[in-house]
């Protein structure tokens, strides 16, 4: 998915709470060149808009400064809340022109019904939810796909296991497990009792 976004020019020496009276939130734009940096400015309502439709180091988006003349892809990389207010107080972009790879963070969904749930009563446990990946700034995937069907009871999935579209790796430990089967609470319950009930004396019972 690619958004697209207009932006202004942040005027020198305007202060960030009063341009947030006035119905504006601070932003910045990184990497357009080299380590130099634009001040911007974009209404709240825009603002508040694209942080509900863009994920942050994973969405395209097509960044306008009509007063620079300058346009290119960005990834939102930055957005942060007031701590005690709640509401947006600065965004800041990254531009992804001329990058070979960049390294974004995806949603893992999973999907299918696992044989360890709909067979064996045992329960899905997914443990990781997002995935950190390289990839081109052209070929973000919007979430990754992981096929949980053929999982039966006490199963794990490592990163390692995971198929990735082409040209996306993932970074990290590739022995982190990405969900597994877990015996439901009754299942579990059951099988604790039956052990005890199979189990082997202890000294006080068998007489020693």
């Given at each position: 998915m690619e958004l697209k976004l207009e932006c202004q020019q942040?005027?020198?020496?305007?202060?960030?709470?009063?341009?947030?009276?006035?119905?504006l939130i601070p932003a910045?734009?990184?990497?357009?060149?080299?380590t130099e940096s634009i001040a911007l400015t974009l209404s709240a309502k825009t603002a508040e808009t694209l942080v509900k439709q863009a994920s942050v180091n994973n969405t395209l988006i097509q960044l306008n400064i009509p007063e620079l003349r300058?346009?290119?892809?960005?990834?939102?990389?930055?957005?942060?809340?007031?701590?005690?207010?709640?509401?947006?107080?600065?965004?800041s972009f990254f531009a992804v022109a001329?990058?070979?790879?960049?390294?974004?963070?995806v949603s893992i969904q999973f999907v299918g019904d696992a044989?360890?749930?709909?067979?064996?009563?045992?329960?899905?446990?997914?443990?990781?939810?997002q995935l950190q990946v390289r990839c081109a700034p052209d070929n973000?995937?919007?979430?990754?796909?992981?096929?949980?069907?053929?999982?039966?009871?006490?199963?794990?999935?490592?990163?390692s296991q995971l198929v990735l579209p082409e040209g996306v790796?993932?970074?990290g430990e590739p022995d982190r497990t990405v969900v597994t089967v877990i015996a439901s609470q009754v299942n579990a319950a059951a099988e604790a009792e039956a052990e005890e009930q199979t189990g082997t004396p202890t000294e006080s019972e068998s007489g020693s």
């Open positions: 942040r005027e020198p020496g305007s202060k960030p709470r009063a341009l947030r009276r006035s119905g910045n734009l990184y990497g357009h060149n080299g300058w346009r290119g892809n960005t990834l939102l990389r930055e957005v942060q809340i007031h701590p005690a207010k709640g509401w947006l107080y600065h965004l001329g990058q070979d790879s960049l390294d974004v963070e044989v360890g749930v709909k067979l064996e009563d045992g329960v899905l446990d997914p443990v990781l939810t973000i995937p919007e979430v990754i796909e992981v096929d949980v069907s053929q999982m039966h009871l006490k199963d794990i999935l490592y990163v790796t993932a970074l």
